[in-house]
């Protein structure tokens, strides 16, 4: 496994929309092993969409401290409800925003094994599968910020 570069702020791969994965091969799982890698490296990685590390596919990793998850093709077909959250995201260092976001999804997707599993989740990890679908579609978060918020004093006051 190797660590790849995070493309950042205006690297127009991150507007791209990533295309469906065909088969699970033994190159898709390098790929989710890198990718897995690479975000566990850095700083408050939650999450990562393969278009963030220069790759037009739809894959994504998230540990949000349940353990990791290797999704391939994943796409919501079911969402309720709304809450507000606060997120950062690896291609945006620094910037930190409140936003709203379905409490509740449940996400198709295939693992990396290419079997297919669903996932319903709510709080944490719904926010996180949002933001990393959004990513697929070519949409960062900086779009959907209501408020910049600066993370230090958050963390201050809880
Ligand atoms: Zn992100």
Redesign the pocket.
Known sequence: MALRQIRTFDDEILRKVCKPVAGVDGHIRQLLGDMAETMYHAPNGG?LAAN?VGILRRLVVADMGEGLFKLVNPEIVEESGEQTVIEG???FPGIWGRLKRPSHVVVKALDENGKPIVLDVTGEMAKCLC?EID?LNGIV?TEKILEYVNIEEIEEQE
Do not use: D
């Open positions: 999450g963030q995201c690896l291609s933001h990513h978060f």
